[in-house]
């Protein structure tokens, strides 16, 4: 006799092992409803410690948090903030309606000048043009002040003034628009937070003894909060509202400003979601079961399991982020959804008048074991992410992977238990209309897949095909601007900004020379000069760089002025000693213009480019551009860097593409390697796979048909679609191989499972797809995109279970037995 090949006895082992498993299923039921009370006990101990810690939880919807804190580029860019200080600003866009040179607006604009230096808090420095450096020269002395520290007197002094600031380039798309009608405000705070109480004692114990805390790059208080962010910006909003008026509108924009709206949105629409989805779920599992007890029971152990993952991201140290927000709702659908297939199974236990007891033994041993397998390929699923270097996407794979596990416990213990402990009515015959007309329709579909499979085939293959041949069109991008609705004040200020003034988001470029004085070298400078005129002077694809700020405008500021103002001679000296002498003369002015520009040793310094605030598929072409220009003026006298939130959000787009190849990739080898398990046959698992990844391909398709980029959260949709598909499938699987066990053909087997797991699976995906619809109704187009998209997924994820998969088991299933029949013969 020979010996079995390792196949052969690992199928035989595990064939023993799932037996065991849904033999302990049946066992732990019969243990869960004599110990109710004790297991409701300790899941309410457990979860409400959890979540006991929900307020404990941060928010994060920065653009540095985009990228994980050990990544190189993030780590540059904290040392730049260490040096130079914040480079996201609030920006005060005020529309004058006409010029803003007149005495009425210029007061009015000085007033809120001073008041937001008054009231704004963590304030580091506010730029006007109140207060905008005005370099000249006057008696061979160079003076350099405000702009308007000498104040017109008369319209011939006005006339003068408005000529000098838009004919300077100081100003111009800085400070006012060229047209003179908008004026910018500049509001930049500090970089770290308040000190902790213990911080603020130790410095004043050791105030009195003369002792200092010098803070390093990697010593530091922590970064600027959320909630100080949002203090920031809801101060400038007060003082934009009590100076706001016909003449002197007043409106905000800016990185911070951004961030606290992606905050305040995301929270509102958490909440809005969680209760929607609760209603929603609510009405659909009364029109299913017409029973209270089934709507009570699954929204109660879902919104346990929410609770305990939400609590647990404060012990993770995870913060609630813009893809975050949809955990929560996902979470409970699948709970619910779970709940659905057990209850399914019980209730029609409970139809043949069995004892509860019985009914919630059976139900366990039938489903439980489809319950365990989807979620283990659900949490497969959403770990693939992990990977990601786009931390958001990280952190959401590996929290609603535990979220999934939370629910999965919940589902085969604490429900048990909860329908244990209730008093239910056990032999009361459920009058479900709707379970008839499902049966039906269920039924049909498993008639037409077993008589017409290659028909089914047929259909989906072409379905696919030309699905593929939209899928590659496919488009990448990273907006959050288009993501607030067209409406929103935020988003049309920043179109404002980025047609009428300097744009809405500045690339930063660290210039080092790696030695002390470095700087100070004329050649050097001219070279930087070069850079800058290369950036003004060219369109970067469709990029037009409207500003530059370093130190070299200074440098020929300061030339200039001690040249009689003569115009001819805004350029860098050649002299590198009268360059020094030059720049030492500005140090002694009181301006601390240069100290925000260069480090204390002029080894190092900062070269500012402001564009418009755009998608960020434009932003590596324009650094690409922008970088050859550099290495070629820089080479052989200084090092560069690109940093600044325009270059992260560059970097993330350059990471979502290899995060969305690695994750797909990972996700599936893994699920199908679930797969193969679950379903004890390695061929068996890949012919599996192949209803599974059709609605991935589709939904992609349908991106790009309606025109909706694939961006950071819309990249979830196929690891999340793909789990949820095989959950289907799954659970189709486990009751047909059950009913073929039992002895049933082929195509009973097929009718049987699509009228027992197939009822659960039209339930559970009409839940969850309804579910995620609610995220049509989201503030962000992002997440609107998501929720319609994923629901999309579902329902195709559904038709190719119902069709697709009893097709390719029952022509598989025949070519086994005429195998076996050959064999034989």
């Excluded at 005020?94 to 604009?109: V, Y």
């Excluded at 072409?462 to 288009?482: G, T």
């Excluded at 694939?710 to 659970?731: K, Q, S």
Aim: glycine share 6%; hydrophobic share 45%.
């Amino acid at each position: 006799m020979p010996t079995p090949s390792l196949i052969s006895r690992f199928q035989n082992g595990y064939a023993r092992l799932r037996q065991r498993l849904e033999h302990g299923f049946e066992r732990g039921g019969y243990f869960i409803h004599d110990h109710a009370g004790k297991v409701i006990l300790l899941f309410a101990l457990m979860a409400g410690y959890l979540a006991s810690h929900i307020p404990n939880i941060e928010v994060d919807t920065s653009t540095e948090g985009f990228l994980q804190k050990d990544d190189p580029f993030r780590i540059g860019y904290n040392a730049f903030r260490f040096q130079f200080g914040r480079d996201e600003r609030v920006i005060l866009v005020i529309d004058s309606g006409s010029t803003i040179f007149s005495f009425e607006f210029l007061e009015k604009l000085q007033k809120l000048h001073n008041r937001i230096e008054e009231k704004v808090p963590k304030l580091q420095q506010v730029d006007s043009l109140i207060n905008a450096r005005s370099t000249y020269g006057e008696n061979d002395q160079l003076v350099v002040k405000d702009f308007l520290e000498d104040w017109p007197e008369n319209e011939e002094a006005l006339a003068a003034l408005k000529d000098r600031a838009l004919n300077s380039k100081t100003y111009v798309n800085q400070y006012v628009s060229r047209d003179g009608r908008y004026a910018m405000v500049l509001i930049e705070n500090d970089v770290y937070s308040s000190l902790s109480q213990t911080e603020t004692e130790t410095m004043d114990l050791l105030e009195g003894f003369g002792d200092e805390i010098i803070y390093t790059q990697d010593n530091h208080p922590p970064y600027l909060s959320g909630p100080e962010n949002t203090e920031i910006v809801q101060a400038v909003e007060s003082i934009a509202a009590e100076f706001n008026s016909d003449g002197f509108r007043v409106n905000a924009a800016g990185t911070p400003h951004m961030v606290d709206s992606l905050t305040r949105i995301l929270m509102s629409d958490m909440q809005k979601f969680m209760l929607l989805s609760m209603l929603i779920i609510a009405a659909l599992l009364w029109l299913v079961f017409r029973r209270v007890v089934m709507i009570f029971l699954p929204l109660s152990v879902s919104l346990v399991s929410v609770a305990s993952t939400v609590g647990s991201m404060s012990f993770l140290n995870i913060p609630m982020t813009s893809a975050a927000q949809i955990m929560p709702s996902f979470i409970l659908t699948v709970g619910v959804a779970n709940a659905v297939h057990l209850f399914v199974v019980f209730y029609q236990r409970l139809k043949l008048l069995e004892p509860k007891r019985e009914a919630l033994s059976h139900a366990l041993g039938h489903s439980g074991m489809a319950i365990l397998m989807t979620s283990i390929t659900t949490i497969v699923g959403l770990l693939s992410f992990y990977s990601s270097s786009v931390k958001p996407v990280a952190d959401f794979g590996m929290i609603t992977a535990l979220g999934i596990f939370n629910a999965l416990l919940a589902s085969l213990i604490l429900l048990p238990a909860l329908i244990a402990w209730l008093p239910l009515k056990e032999q009361k015959q459920l009058e479900d209309h709707s379970a008839a007309l499902s049966q039906r329709i269920l039924l049909r579909c498993g008639h037409y897949a077993v008589h017409h499979p290659w028909k089914v085939i047929a259909a989906f293959s072409i379905a696919v095909a030309i699905s593929l041949a939209f899928a590659v069109q496919m488009r990448f991008s990273h907006n959050p601007l288009v993501w607030f609705p067209k409406e929103d004040p935020f988003r049309l200020i920043t179109e404002l900004s980025n047609e009428k003034l300097g744009g809405g988001i500045v690339l930063e470029i660290v210039i080092d020379t790696g030695k002390e004085n470095g700087l100070k070298d004329p050649e050097l400078l001219k070279r930087m000069d070069e850079v800058q005129q290369y950036a003004l002077q060219n369109v970067h694809g469709v990029i037009d760089v409207k500003n530059t700020v370093s130190m070299v405008d200074i440098v020929k500021e300061i030339h200039q002025a001690l040249n009689n103002n003569d115009p001819a001679f805004y350029a860098i000296p050649d002299d590198p000693q009268l360059l020094a002498q030059e720049i030492l003369l500005f140090e002694n002015s009181g301006s601390d213009d240069l100290q925000r520009l260069v480090d204390g040793k002029f080894s190092k310094t900062r070269m500012a480019l402001s564009v418009p605030f755009m998608d960020s598929e434009h932003y590596p072409a324009f650094e690409q551009s922008i970088r050859r220009e550099l290495e070629k003026r820089l080479a052989g006298k200084a090092d560069f860097e690109f940093t600044g939130i325009l270059a992260m959000m560059g970097e993330t787009f350059n990471k979502l593409l290899p995060s969305l190849v690695q994750s797909y990739l990972m996700s599936f080898v893994l699920i199908t390697l679930m797969m193969i398990i679950f379903v004890e046959s390695f061929r068996l698992g890949l012919i599996s796979m192949i209803p599974n990844t059709a609605p991935v391909i589709m939904t992609l398709a349908l991106m790009v048909i309606a025109g909706f980029p694939l961006d950071a959260f819309t990249l979830l949709i196929g690891a999340i679609g793909l789990g949820l598909a095989v959950d289907d499938t799954l659970h189709f699987m486990n009751a047909y191989q059950r009913y073929l066990r039992k002895g049933a053909d082929p195509e009973q087997a097929v009718y049987q499972a699509l009228s027992t797991a197939g009822e659960a699976m039209l339930f559970t995906s009409v839940i969850l797809s309804t579910a995620f619809c609610i995220y049509g109704f989201a503030t962000m187009s992002n997440l609107q995109n998501f929720g319609i998209l994923t629901a999309f997924c579902i329902i195709a994820a559904f038709i190719g279970d119902a069709l697709l998969t009893p097709a390719v088991m029952y022509l598989y299933a025949r070519k086994q037995q005429a195998y076996r029949t050959n064999t034989v013969q």
